[in-house]
């Protein structure tokens, strides 16, 4: 029974009941069977091209190229060539697989717009070639009176057709389910994570485009046999956006979409062509609104009305969960991977970016069974690093040797190969996949993702196994079923690292895994890469230097580039010269104390004397999912200057962020000036009175910067003469355009800029970073000036540069207030700053 009734809900069975239902209904009314043959020919024509967009994220306007060309070939070819219809079906198939795959070679060197306007134009070509060489192509007049040996009847001809178009979507629905077809939906999702697990992912949707023209192709020869000739029209633009329609209509994440898409369409399409010639005047609004009102299309109606919100591509299971699990064991282990010699050898690595220098002959080695942590100020290079490692980026020049062999040269899915394996600063995974099939695509990779081409994913017992360990090890066995967007932001920094860990890795690069991660996350992600460094090599960067000094056997420190340190924990805690890259060179004389743990906050705030301007109250915010800050409670008052001071990555940016409404508290509230301004769009903060000088100035770089100002400006704020006044340099700048401004220049505009709307509070992100000394001076006195017009807040990565200025000070650690209190206070105690600032032995 229940066998039955999963062969009835088979969208294969159901697309033949529609079709075959549509037969009846136009037998009975008498009405031309003809139309509903051209609905299935449409209907495979819009399976085909869906293969693209649903599930490889590529919308071709120009597949037309393949239908048009594949009905050409057929007229040629049957009746002199081709004896039978059989034949010619198969010779549309091979010529559009063909063409394919000499096209797909160029096409798909581009994505997105690009690619959809690069099909577009090949179609148009091809439209123009068979429309004006009449000669060859009959022109307007078509090739006509092609002969149908086998089925001269238009009944005979519907069923060939119908058996034709059943047996092609059926095989659609079997490629979705194979190791092939699942993987083209992991490359839709995120191509750079499928790239990191050794996929060539050109290949993957090279293989996608031809078995879519393979298909495409199918449906134009048969739509030539049923018209008995070929017409140029069916390429021209005017028609080549008809399957894309007819996807979208149905909706391109439902495997059924396009047919009902296809069906929809002709049916409109033939009854308002009766009702008037200018029938698009109809038929547009309607999909307007179906865009509007259902972005999913006709098939997300059907779900909302079912109330089921998940894509369905391919089946919502997994394989049952076995009643034991075994135990997950490393690949690096099982190889064999010692110790003595390092897995992984950099030699001098260089590379600059212009005049920007973000790796400067660096030298180290990385040894199996250790976690070795890379840290640094914000742009020390750290991700750089990663990115030359793994090869999304090309070193200038350098070595990379893993276990001896040079891998300078090779991509990065031959790297990952190799036994390279990495998680991503942002959170990266296969967001509409399940947690299962997130590690299956992991695994097949390491078994051979092409064994078992024409097999169902699912059936391979020892891939499915595999999975189970791996899911199991990281503690998500239990939410195997669930979509990664349904998982919350430290399970899925779990599952990317289960993901990372998942092949044959002997080195595990993990870039700030701990990242947005609430304190309980934190420990259990913590003990998770110190159990992976027991079996690998693990190269860490990540922002919580108590956690790195705690965890690691070794630390190496970059600073601008260079590399300044390298050694045990203790060794680099106590260097001057890292001391100087996270406190400035004034605190760098003095040796590091070896210090207790970071304290809750000790020193008391002072009585406000002034109205409060600006309140945190509670406030927890992230992004995506993720929590950056945990219950942050702080204050500005009217005419005061507050520093909020802290580490790389403790959440300062974002407190700034959350202010300007960037981004939006979770939890607690944001007042300003006595209002509640939580979930208030960015515009309508600024328009209150709140702005911003973010990091790296962003300004209009080809616009002057009169431009820039004026664009800022508004009644109430100042005028540039009055800027002018503050920034005497501004004057001879004003028809300079800002991408050749110097960076103090560009740090002056920014702040003129904030300073060109009615501004009570200014936040200003890192205002001196990547200024020389005496930049700093003249952008600091200007912004003394601004006390006077508006309160401060000030983000700025070295203490003594804003202590100074300030009246009060709030230090983060880990998205939490650490210290409150006085500026005065926390400049005296060096001790302190080193704890809650520096990097001290824990």
Not at 242 to 254: E, F, I
Not at 334 to 356: M, N, Q, T, Y
Not at 570 to 587: D, F, T
């Amino acid at each position: 029974m229940k066998t039955l009734l999963r062969l009835l809900s088979s969208p294969v069975i159901v697309a033949a009941a529609i079709l075959v239902a549509l037969t009846g209904i136009v037998s009975l009314t008498g009405a031309a069977v003809t139309h509903v043959t051209q609905i299935a020919i449409y209907a495979l024509y819009a399976v085909g091209v869906n293969l693209l967009i649903g599930y490889l994220g590529l919308v071709p306007f120009g597949a037309s190229l393949f239908f048009g060309c594949a009905s050409y070939a057929v007229a040629f070819t049957l009746g002199s060539t081709l004896s039978n219809e059989l034949l010619a079906l198969a010779w549309s198939m091979v010529f559009s697989f063909a063409l394919a795959a000499v096209l797909g070679g160029i096409i798909l060197r581009r994505k997105g717009l690009y690619f959809s306007l690069i099909t577009l134009a090949c179609s148009q070509v091809a439209f123009e070639i068979a429309f004006k060489w009449t000669e060859v192509t009959g022109g307007e007049n078509g090739i006509q009176n092609v002969p149908r040996p086998l089925f001269p009847g238009a009944y005979a001809f519907h069923w060939f057709t119908l058996v034709v178009v059943i047996c092609g979507i059926a095989l659609m629905w079997r490629l979705a389910h194979t190791p092939v077809g699942r993987l083209m939906q992991a490359v839709r999702d995120n191509d750079q994570r499928a790239t990191m697990l050794g996929y060539n992912t050109f290949i993957v949707r090279w293989i996608g485009f031809c078995i879519s023209a393979v298909a495409v192709g199918a449906a134009g020869g048969l739509l030539a046999m049923m018209l008995q000739g070929a017409y140029a029209d069916n390429m021209s633009w005017q028609r080549a956006g008809d399957p894309v329609l007819m996807a979208a209509l149905g909706g391109v994440h439902h495997f059924l979409g396009p047919v009902f898409g296809a069906i929809t369409f002709l049916m409109l399409e033939n009854e308002l062509s009766v009702v008037t010639d200018n029938w698009w005047l109809i038929f547009a609004p309607i999909i307007i609104i179906f865009a509007l009102l259902s972005p999913e299309g006709m098939a997300g109606i059907a779900q909302r009305l079912v109330k089921r919100d998940r894509w369905t591509l391919t089946r919502n299971t997994i394989p049952p969960r076995p009643a034991s699990i075994r135990p997950y064991v490393p690949a690096a282990r099982a190889r064999g991977d010692k110790g003595g010699e390092p897995v992984l050898s950099v030699r001098g690595l260089s590379k600059r970016f212009g005049s920007i220098v973000t790796q400067a002959d660096i030298s180290l080695d990385v040894y199996a069974n250790q976690l070795h942590s890379i840290i640094g100020p914000n742009g020390a290079g750290k991700t750089t690093f990663f990115n030359i490692l793994t090869g999304f980026i090309r070193a200038d020049a350098g070595k990379i040797t893993l276990r001896g062999e040079d891998i300078s040269a090779l991509k990065p899915y031959e790297r990952a190969r190799r036994g390279v394996a990495r998680s991503f600063q942002i959170l990266s995974v296969f967001p509409h996949l399940t947690a299962f099939e997130n590690v299956r695509i992991a695994v097949a990779r390491a078994r051979s993702p092409w064994r078992g081409f024409w097999r169902d994913a699912y059936r391979d017992e020892e891939t499915n196994a595999a999975v189970w360990s791996v899911l199991a090890a990281v503690g998500l066995a239990d939410r195997a079923v669930d979509l990664s967007s349904e998982l919350s932001h430290g399970e899925n920094r779990l599952l990317e690292i289960a993901i990372t860990l998942a092949g044959n890795a002997s080195v595990l690069l993990l870039d700030e895994p701990l990242a947005g991660l609430a304190e309980s996350d934190r420990k259990v992600v913590s003990d998770l890469i110190v159990r992976l460094s027991r079996s690998h090599a693990v190269l860490l960067i990540e922002h919580d230097i108590d956690r790195v000094l705690s965890l690691s056997d070794r630390i190496t420190v970059l600073h601008q580039g260079r590399l300044i340190a390298d050694g045990r924990p203790q060794e680099v805690a106590h260097n001057p010269e890292v001391i100087a890259a996270y406190m400035g060179k004034a605190k760098a004389d003095a040796a590091a104390p070896v210090l207790r743990p970071v304290p809750a906050a000790t020193i008391p705030p002072r009585a406000p004397e002034r109205p409060v301007l600006l309140r945190f109250k509670g406030v927890c915010a992230g992004y995506g999912g993720g929590t950056v800050l945990e219950g942050v409670d702080l204050e500005v008052h009217q005419s005061e200057v507050v520093a909020l001071l802290g580490r790389n990555g403790v959440g300062k940016t974002t407190a700034l962020r959350t202010m300007m409404g960037a981004i939006h508290a979770h939890e607690g509230e944001v007042i300003f000036d006595g209002q509640d301004v939580t979930r208030l769009r960015a515009d309508r903060i600024n328009r209150l009175g709140i702005s911003i000088v973010p990091e790296g100035r962003r300004l209009f770089p080809n616009l002057t910067v009169q431009e820039n100002l004026t664009l800022a400006a508004r009644a109430g704020g100042a005028s540039q003469e009055e800027v002018c006044d503050l920034f005497p340099k501004l004057r001879v700048l004003m028809r300079s355009k800002a991408e050749n401004l110097s960076g103090g220049e560009r740090q002056m505009v920014a702040i003129a800029r904030a300073l060109m709307v009615p501004s009570r509070l200014i936040l200003l992100d890192e205002p001196y970073e990547g200024l020389a000394p005496a930049v700093v001076h003249e952008v600091k006195e200007a912004v003394l000036k601004l006390t006077t017009r508006a309160s401060l807040v000030i983000v700025e990565h070295h203490a003594e540069e804003v202590l100074a200025m300030a009246d009060r000070a709030y230090v983060l650690v880990n998205g939490r207030i650490a210290f409150e209190g006085t500026a005065q206070a926390l400049a005296d105690d060096i001790a302190l700053q080193d704890r809650l600032l520096g990097i001290a032995a824990a």
